[in-house]
């Protein structure tokens, strides 16, 4: 079967990728896509394997997204600036981009995630942890407490759990990064 003309695995992956951030990344499937485009299924299939391989298009893409605007945001900063940029890049886009936001954090298979952006991500992230001066396993273990708290703090609020109480979240999204860059500056922890 020949592709049909005008549609590519780019278009499609865009178009993925603007679909889970209206309706979730859950809801997207090579059948849903379909229906977008007007088109049998079957035609999808010359660009698409299957919904699986759609899901890592659109998270490979949303790496490379992130990635971009990180390395936009970080360039000439260090120590806290560098970590409240850091930050903000991934809440305003998690904001900006839920499906997107949800499809970066889609596992992918080892070989794939190596050649991922994901890959900048990490070695951003440690640069920023330079200016700490943080040796292993300890960096390592930094990495891993930012990308809980980012996450974790985002994922909360996108789910609505501190909007029924006072203060605003820009005020407790302030103090976490505050936090952080106090916790950072003295790592590691006393055991």
């Given amino acids: 079967m020949a592709p049909r003309v005008g ?22 499937t090579v059948s849903e896509l379909a229906r977008r485009f007007d088109v049998k ?9 299957n919904s699986h391989d759609l899901k890592t298009r659109i998270a490979l893409l949303a790496l490379e997204e992130l990635a971009d ?7 000439g900063r260090a120590g806290k600036d560098a970590l409240v940029a850091l930050a903000n890049v991934y809440r305003d886009y998690a904001r900006e981009h839920p499906g997107r936001y949800a499809a970066a954090q889609f596992r992918i298979d080892p070989g794939t995630a190596a050649a991922s952006a994901g890959v900048r991500h990490a070695k951003m992230t440690r640069a920023l942890l330079r200016g700490y001066h943080l040796d292993e396993p300890d960096q390592t273990h930094a990495v891993r407490l930012l990308g809980s708290v980012f996450h974790g703090y985002v994922s909360i609020e996108m789910g609505g759990g501190f ?21 950072l500056r003295t790592w590691p922890p006393a055991s």
């Fill in 69 to 75: 605007r990180a390395a936009d945001a970080l360039a």
């Fill in 41 to 49: 299924v079957a035609s999808l299939y010359s660009h698409v394997k």
């Fill in 7 to 28: 549609l590519t695995t780019e278009r499609l992956t865009q178009a993925g990728a603007t679909l889970a951030d209206e309706v979730g990344f859950d809801q997207v």
């Fill in 163 to 183: 909007s029924h109480s006072a203060p605003d979240t820009e005020e407790t999204w302030s103090r976490v990064l505050d936090a952080l860059d106090a916790l």
